[in-house]
């Protein structure tokens, strides 16, 4: 049974700098990295060692707590660097690009014949496996358990974000087979959840529930349609996968070469050709921000991700693993005497009647990253319920995270949420706290106290 579901609670922030339907080959990158910080709680062992020449799928580092779960290069190339942090902790590999990185030694892997067991260790060994993530806790899957059911967003609804159909767009054949890779791979319910009216090929794809959702911000987020149609109890577990990455393990078993492609949507206010660039994940962002015409000299932000949820970045940082976004805004480092006074700042679209700004729904802003305040008590407003659209009440679990209650976080729904549901809290909470760090504090104790 499918499901038509409308999101009530939420926000819509109308930013300028989307980007444009135009999708480019970005130039090969010169270098690439590989952060374990994008993969929370990989504590990696390193395989690999630096001036080593390495092939494209190659293993660079596998997870110290489960050795099954390996890291592979997405180009060919020689080891650069290993950058160590306090204790020797590996920050990040950085990979020196040669050559084509196109194996045509490789063949399509017939899986019809495959068990679930064997189409498992195929996507663990060719490097696939953290492509697939799980909830509770928004981390790699353990490829022991079983999940009750898998969940697709093949849309995303945070500001200036990419847009999955434009991405899918010349991938449609990859994400068809990567959506039959996932049915192999176990017996329970594959979810897609497509944007209401949506009329692309995913509609006809056969054997999964395409499940359409209506509505505001966050109505994209994968726990917020999990919530909606299979909420998540103690003990239960559900895997999920980006738009992108189920067609890069579609790619995958048609070419048996592994390489995980990311269409980065590059966009932003200061951005002077705000479109999509075709690269691999972890890939160098300073050729790319040149071609996108962004001038480096004015005072910007870089977010490796969407603005509510992405992490700052230096122009000549990387691409992160799971990203599909590159964000540029302002830096918000001026202020304004007297910003209590309200009818006076109608530039900030704002969820309260505290501007004008609320009698243009429809207009979209220029906006630059000042907090507009510093950090203060809670209080009960019942501004948190307005953009939280699950029947979980987010003041109160914010309150046991802190406190470190598990008891009480496990009875508040703990189990269903992850950091992005909190973004929009971050963004419109007079609190002006740190929701999503918080939450992810929270997840974190449940680890390591439940397990």
């Keep these: 049974m499918s499901y038509d579901i409308k999101i009530k609670n939420g926000l819509t922030i109308n930013l300028k700098g989307a980007a444009?339907?135009?999708?480019?080959?970005?130039?090969?990158?010169?270098?690439?990295?590989?952060?374990?910080?994008?993969?929370h709680l990989i504590i990696?062992?390193?395989?690999?060692?630096?001036?080593?020449?390495?092939?494209?799928?190659?293993?660079?580092?596998?997870?110290?707590?489960?050795?099954?779960?390996?890291?592979?290069?997405?180009?060919?190339?020689?080891?650069?660097?290993?950058?160590?942090?306090?204790?020797?902790?590996?920050?990040?590999i950085i990979i020196e690009s040669i050559g084509d990185?196109?194996?045509?030694?490789?063949?399509?892997?017939?899986y019809k014949n495959?068990?679930?067991e064997q189409v498992k260790n195929l996507l663990l060994d060719s490097g696939c496996w953290p492509f697939i993530k799980q909830r509770p806790y928004d981390i790699i899957a353990n490829p022991s358990d079983s999940p009750k059911s898998i969940f697709i967003s093949t849309f995303n609804s945070a500001p200036i974000s990419a847009d999955f159909q434009i991405i899918l767009d010349d991938q449609k054949e990859e994400f068809k087979h990567g959506v039959k890779i996932l049915s192999k791979l176990f017996s329970g319910d594959?979810?897609?959840?497509?944007?209401?009216?949506?009329?692309?090929?995913?509609?006809?794809?056969?054997?999964?529930?395409?499940?359409?959702?209506?509505?505001?911000?966050?109505?994209?987020?994968?726990?917020?349609?999990?919530?909606?149609?299979?909420?998540?109890?103690?003990?239960?577990?559900v895997?999920?996968?980006g738009a992108e990455d189920v067609a890069n393990i579609g790619r995958y078993f048609m070419t048996g070469s592994y390489n995980p492609v990311r269409t980065l949507a590059v966009s932003g206010p200061p951005v002077k050709y705000p479109k999509y660039y075709k690269t691999v994940a972890g890939s160098e962002l300073c050729e790319i921000i040149k071609d996108a015409g962004i001038n480096q000299n004015d005072h910007l932000r870089f977010i490796n991700g969407d603005?509510?949820?992405?992490?700052?970045?230096?122009?000549?940082?990387?691409?992160?693993?799971?990203?599909?976004?590159?964000?540029?805004?302002?830096?918000?480092?001026?202020?304004?005497?007297f910003g209590w006074v309200p009818?006076?700042?109608?530039?900030?679209?704002s969820i309260y009647k505290t501007s004008f700004s609320w009698l243009f729904p429809n207009k979209k802003y220029d906006l630059d990253t000042n907090l507009n305040g510093e950090e203060r008590a809670l209080v009960v407003t019942g501004e948190m319920e307005k953009v939280f659209p699950m029947d979980i009440l987010p003041m109160q679990l914010l309150k046991e995270c802190m406190a470190g209650n598990i008891e009480k976080m496990e009875s508040l729904g703990i189990y269903e949420v992850a950091p992005e549901d909190f973004s929009l809290i971050d963004y419109s909470s007079s609190s002006k706290i740190e929701a999503q760090h918080i939450i992810r504090k929270g997840l974190d104790l449940m680890i390591s106290e439940v397990g």
Excluded at 46 to 51: D, L
Excluded at 101 to 110: H, L, P, T, V, W
């Design 20 to 39: 444009q339907n135009i999708i480019i080959k970005a130039a090969a990158p010169k270098t690439v990295s590989i952060n374990p910080s994008n993969f």
């Design 44 to 92: 990696p062992k390193m395989v690999v060692k630096i001036g080593q020449k390495i092939s494209q799928g190659d293993v660079v580092f596998y997870s110290k707590k489960n050795e099954r779960i390996k890291f592979c290069s997405p180009v060919n190339g020689v080891v650069k660097e290993i950058i160590r942090g306090a204790k020797r902790k590996i920050i990040e």
């Design 101 to 110: 990185n196109e194996r045509s030694s490789k063949k399509a892997i017939d």
């Design 114 to 116: 495959l068990s679930s």
């Design 190 to 237: 594959l979810n897609i959840g497509i944007e209401k009216n949506n009329k692309s090929f995913l509609n006809d794809i056969e054997n999964v529930k395409i499940n359409t959702f209506n509505g505001p911000h966050p109505a994209g987020n994968v726990g917020v349609q999990i919530h909606h149609i299979d909420p998540i109890n103690s003990g239960e577990k």
């Design 239 to 241: 895997w999920t996968l």
């Design 307 to 337: 603005v509510l949820t992405g992490y700052k970045v230096e122009s000549d940082n990387y691409l992160g693993f799971y990203n599909n976004t590159l964000s540029v805004l302002r830096e918000g480092n001026h202020y304004r005497m």
């Design 343 to 349: 009818f006076v700042n109608n530039k900030v679209p």
